[in-house]
């Protein structure tokens, strides 16, 4: 595959992105895995599907998941991805995921927001609203 010849970077950032692409992630982050220097990582945050407000939306019986938008420019979150599924794309682009963390870093930090951030850190499951993963050039 011929990638963009660049300078290796030691490290790139996909903050909110991956979601967004109608592309399978394998495709851009092995082109990422290429420019990066032996030892490189990848630091990639993504919304978390399996959250807590989504969780309780299909208790009622709606999806919390939106429909793609008519807007060529913001057509919205085309796939959210869980953590094993991101370990999952990482090991197919040759790369380590074992460092990973769920946090709410969307919200305020008051009043309900607190309560949720609460129930969030002490019931099971991996239930924070946004995942942070570093992946590693193997």
């Known amino acids: 595959t011929a990638w963009p010849e660049c300078a290796p970077f030691d490290v790139i950032v996909m903050a ?3 979601e967004h692409l109608y592309v399978a992630p394998t495709q851009v ?39 793609i938008r008519d807007d060529s420019k913001n057509p919205g979150h085309f796939c959210e991805y869980t ?26 930090g008051r009043g309900w927001q607190r309560i949720y951030n609460g129930l969030c850190a002490v019931l099971p499951g991996q239930l924070h609203e946004g995942i942070t993963i570093i992946l590693r050039v193997l």
Do not use: K
Not at 29 to 42: D, V
Not at 55 to 63: A, D, E, H, P
């Open 16 to 18: 909110e992105v991956i």
């Open 29 to 67: 982050l092995r082109m990422f895995r290429h420019m990066l220097r032996p030892g490189g990582a990848i630091v990639l945050q993504t919304p978390n599907p399996i959250n807590l407000a989504r969780r309780i939306t299909l208790l009622f019986g709606q999806s919390p998941f939106r429909v």
């Open 83 to 108: 953590v094993e599924q991101l370990q999952e794309v990482a090991a197919r682009c040759q790369m380590s995921a074992d460092e990973w963390s769920l946090s709410n870093y969307f919200g305020s």
